[in-house]
Antibody, heavy 113, light 106 residues
Protein backbone atom coordinates (compact mmCIF):
# COMPACT_ATOMS: atom_id res chain seq x y z
CA UNK A 1 0.00 0.00 0.00
CA UNK A 2 1.29 3.42 -0.97
CA UNK A 3 1.65 5.89 1.87
CA UNK A 4 3.03 9.43 1.98
CA UNK A 5 3.61 11.09 5.36
CA UNK A 6 4.60 14.74 5.56
CA UNK A 7 6.27 16.24 8.60
CA UNK A 8 8.09 19.43 9.47
CA UNK A 9 5.40 22.07 9.31
CA UNK A 10 4.93 24.72 11.95
CA UNK A 11 5.11 28.40 12.75
CA UNK A 12 8.00 30.29 11.23
CA UNK A 13 8.90 33.96 11.06
CA UNK A 14 9.12 35.82 7.76
CA UNK A 15 12.57 35.44 6.25
CA UNK A 16 13.17 32.17 8.06
CA UNK A 17 13.83 28.65 6.84
CA UNK A 18 12.05 25.34 7.25
CA UNK A 19 12.48 21.85 5.85
CA UNK A 20 9.51 19.64 5.10
CA UNK A 21 9.89 15.88 4.78
CA UNK A 22 7.78 13.34 2.95
CA UNK A 23 8.38 9.73 3.94
CA UNK A 24 7.17 7.32 1.29
CA UNK A 25 6.30 3.64 1.51
CA UNK A 26 4.93 1.13 -0.97
CA UNK A 27 7.10 2.41 -3.83
CA UNK A 28 10.54 3.94 -4.37
CA UNK A 29 10.82 7.71 -4.74
CA UNK A 30 13.88 7.48 -7.00
CA UNK A 31 11.73 5.76 -9.66
CA UNK A 32 8.89 8.25 -9.59
CA UNK A 33 7.89 11.89 -10.08
CA UNK A 34 7.46 13.43 -6.62
CA UNK A 35 5.74 16.78 -6.20
CA UNK A 36 4.94 19.27 -3.51
CA UNK A 37 1.57 21.01 -3.78
CA UNK A 38 0.30 23.69 -1.41
CA UNK A 39 -3.06 25.14 -0.51
CA UNK A 40 -3.35 28.48 1.22
CA UNK A 41 -6.28 28.85 3.65
CA UNK A 42 -9.52 29.01 1.70
CA UNK A 43 -7.70 28.94 -1.64
CA UNK A 44 -7.12 26.46 -4.44
CA UNK A 45 -4.33 24.00 -5.09
CA UNK A 46 -0.96 25.34 -6.25
CA UNK A 47 1.74 23.07 -7.64
CA UNK A 48 5.07 24.04 -6.02
CA UNK A 49 7.83 21.73 -7.22
CA UNK A 50 8.67 18.34 -8.73
CA UNK A 51 11.67 16.04 -8.74
CA UNK A 52 11.72 13.56 -11.59
CA UNK A 53 13.13 10.06 -11.58
CA UNK A 54 16.22 11.32 -13.43
CA UNK A 55 16.79 13.92 -10.69
CA UNK A 56 15.64 16.93 -12.70
CA UNK A 57 13.83 19.53 -10.62
CA UNK A 58 11.32 22.22 -11.50
CA UNK A 59 9.63 24.97 -9.53
CA UNK A 60 6.67 27.29 -9.69
CA UNK A 61 7.62 30.90 -10.38
CA UNK A 62 6.36 31.87 -6.91
CA UNK A 63 9.02 29.78 -5.13
CA UNK A 64 11.89 29.48 -7.60
CA UNK A 65 15.15 30.58 -6.00
CA UNK A 66 13.75 30.20 -2.47
CA UNK A 67 12.62 26.57 -2.25
CA UNK A 68 14.65 23.45 -3.06
CA UNK A 69 13.30 19.96 -3.60
CA UNK A 70 15.52 16.95 -2.99
CA UNK A 71 15.33 13.29 -2.10
CA UNK A 72 17.23 10.73 -0.05
CA UNK A 73 16.92 7.40 -1.81
CA UNK A 74 18.28 5.50 1.20
CA UNK A 75 15.45 6.87 3.35
CA UNK A 76 12.87 6.84 0.54
CA UNK A 77 12.09 10.41 1.52
CA UNK A 78 11.55 13.64 -0.38
CA UNK A 79 12.27 17.07 1.10
CA UNK A 80 11.28 20.66 0.50
CA UNK A 81 13.75 23.17 1.86
CA UNK A 82 12.02 26.49 2.27
CA UNK A 83 14.09 29.66 2.70
CA UNK A 84 13.31 33.38 2.76
CA UNK A 85 9.71 32.50 3.55
CA UNK A 86 6.96 35.06 3.20
CA UNK A 87 3.46 35.43 4.64
CA UNK A 88 2.05 34.25 1.32
CA UNK A 89 3.83 30.91 1.78
CA UNK A 90 1.35 30.09 4.56
CA UNK A 91 -0.44 26.94 3.44
CA UNK A 92 -0.98 23.24 3.88
CA UNK A 93 1.83 21.55 2.01
CA UNK A 94 1.08 18.19 0.42
CA UNK A 95 3.51 15.64 -0.94
CA UNK A 96 2.02 13.87 -3.95
CA UNK A 97 2.55 11.49 -6.84
CA UNK A 98 0.49 13.51 -9.29
CA UNK A 99 0.63 10.89 -12.04
CA UNK A 100 -0.80 8.22 -9.74
CA UNK A 101 -3.13 10.25 -7.54
CA UNK A 102 -1.37 9.48 -4.27
CA UNK A 103 -1.29 12.28 -1.70
CA UNK A 104 -0.16 12.66 1.87
CA UNK A 105 -2.31 14.18 4.58
CA UNK A 106 -0.49 17.50 4.41
CA UNK A 107 1.50 19.59 6.87
CA UNK A 108 0.60 23.15 7.82
CA UNK A 109 3.15 25.94 7.49
CA UNK A 110 2.30 29.31 9.01
CA UNK A 111 4.55 32.25 8.28
CA UNK A 112 3.96 34.98 10.82
CA UNK A 113 5.84 37.20 13.21
CA UNK B 1 3.95 27.83 -18.38
CA UNK B 2 0.65 26.13 -19.13
CA UNK B 3 -2.36 27.86 -17.62
CA UNK B 4 -5.70 26.19 -16.91
CA UNK B 5 -9.04 27.93 -16.62
CA UNK B 6 -12.19 26.32 -15.24
CA UNK B 7 -15.82 27.27 -15.53
CA UNK B 8 -17.96 27.82 -13.69
CA UNK B 9 -16.12 28.78 -10.50
CA UNK B 10 -19.09 27.52 -8.51
CA UNK B 11 -22.46 25.93 -9.15
CA UNK B 12 -25.54 24.87 -7.25
CA UNK B 13 -27.57 21.93 -8.50
CA UNK B 14 -30.24 19.56 -7.27
CA UNK B 15 -29.71 15.91 -6.38
CA UNK B 16 -30.02 13.89 -9.55
CA UNK B 17 -29.01 16.75 -11.85
CA UNK B 18 -26.36 16.44 -14.53
CA UNK B 19 -23.38 18.66 -13.72
CA UNK B 20 -20.73 19.73 -16.23
CA UNK B 21 -17.45 21.54 -15.61
CA UNK B 22 -15.10 22.70 -18.32
CA UNK B 23 -11.33 23.13 -18.24
CA UNK B 24 -9.42 25.07 -20.89
CA UNK B 25 -5.66 24.81 -21.34
CA UNK B 26 -3.53 27.66 -22.67
CA UNK B 27 -1.85 25.27 -25.13
CA UNK B 28 -2.27 21.75 -26.46
CA UNK B 29 -1.79 19.22 -23.66
CA UNK B 30 -3.00 16.22 -25.68
CA UNK B 31 -4.87 14.19 -23.04
CA UNK B 32 -2.50 14.79 -20.12
CA UNK B 33 -5.23 15.91 -17.75
CA UNK B 34 -6.46 14.72 -14.36
CA UNK B 35 -9.63 15.62 -12.50
CA UNK B 36 -9.56 15.73 -8.70
CA UNK B 37 -12.27 15.97 -6.05
CA UNK B 38 -11.44 17.71 -2.78
CA UNK B 39 -13.76 17.65 0.20
CA UNK B 40 -13.38 20.09 3.06
CA UNK B 41 -10.32 19.41 5.19
CA UNK B 42 -9.19 16.47 3.08
CA UNK B 43 -6.48 15.79 0.53
CA UNK B 44 -7.61 15.74 -3.10
CA UNK B 45 -8.79 12.45 -4.57
CA UNK B 46 -8.06 11.46 -8.15
CA UNK B 47 -11.22 10.72 -10.15
CA UNK B 48 -10.19 10.87 -13.81
CA UNK B 49 -6.77 10.49 -15.44
CA UNK B 50 -5.66 10.78 -19.06
CA UNK B 51 -8.68 13.08 -19.53
CA UNK B 52 -11.24 10.28 -19.70
CA UNK B 53 -10.15 7.22 -17.71
CA UNK B 54 -11.92 6.50 -14.44
CA UNK B 55 -9.59 5.79 -11.54
CA UNK B 56 -10.09 2.55 -9.64
CA UNK B 57 -13.15 2.52 -7.43
CA UNK B 58 -14.57 5.80 -8.70
CA UNK B 59 -18.34 5.67 -9.32
CA UNK B 60 -19.38 5.53 -12.95
CA UNK B 61 -21.48 8.69 -12.63
CA UNK B 62 -18.20 10.59 -13.00
CA UNK B 63 -16.75 10.96 -16.49
CA UNK B 64 -14.31 13.07 -18.44
CA UNK B 65 -13.75 13.90 -22.07
CA UNK B 66 -11.74 16.14 -24.34
CA UNK B 67 -8.29 16.54 -25.79
CA UNK B 68 -5.97 19.28 -26.90
CA UNK B 69 -7.08 22.41 -25.07
CA UNK B 70 -10.72 21.78 -24.16
CA UNK B 71 -11.87 19.30 -21.54
CA UNK B 72 -15.13 18.46 -19.83
CA UNK B 73 -15.91 16.77 -16.51
CA UNK B 74 -19.43 15.46 -15.89
CA UNK B 75 -21.37 14.09 -12.95
CA UNK B 76 -24.31 12.33 -14.58
CA UNK B 77 -26.53 12.33 -11.49
CA UNK B 78 -25.41 14.56 -8.62
CA UNK B 79 -25.41 12.91 -5.20
CA UNK B 80 -25.19 14.58 -1.77
CA UNK B 81 -21.74 13.07 -1.21
CA UNK B 82 -20.45 14.83 -4.34
CA UNK B 83 -20.39 18.17 -2.56
CA UNK B 84 -16.77 19.24 -3.02
CA UNK B 85 -14.43 21.37 -5.04
CA UNK B 86 -13.24 19.88 -8.33
CA UNK B 87 -9.90 20.68 -9.95
CA UNK B 88 -8.41 19.89 -13.32
CA UNK B 89 -4.63 19.39 -13.43
CA UNK B 90 -2.31 19.09 -16.43
CA UNK B 91 0.84 17.01 -16.56
CA UNK B 92 2.08 17.68 -20.08
CA UNK B 93 4.77 20.16 -18.98
CA UNK B 94 5.47 20.00 -15.26
CA UNK B 95 2.12 20.43 -13.49
CA UNK B 96 -0.61 23.03 -13.19
CA UNK B 97 -3.95 23.07 -11.41
CA UNK B 98 -7.06 24.84 -12.50
CA UNK B 99 -8.64 27.31 -10.05
CA UNK B 100 -11.35 24.87 -9.00
CA UNK B 101 -15.13 24.57 -9.20
CA UNK B 102 -17.14 24.45 -6.00
CA UNK B 103 -20.21 22.22 -6.29
CA UNK B 104 -23.09 22.71 -3.88
CA UNK B 105 -26.54 21.18 -3.48
CA UNK B 106 -29.49 23.44 -4.23
Amino acid sequence: EVQLVETGGGLIQPGGSLRLSCAASGFTVRSDYMSWVRQAPGKGLEWVSVIYDDGATYYADSVRGRFTISRDNSKNTVYLQMTSVRAEDTAVYYCARLLNGDWGQGTLVIVSS
Amino acid sequence: DIQLTQSPSSLSASVGDRVTITCQASQDITNYLNWYQQKAGKAPKLLIYDASKLDTGVPSRFSGSGSGTHFTFTISSLQPEDIATYYCQQYDIQFTFGPGTKVEIK
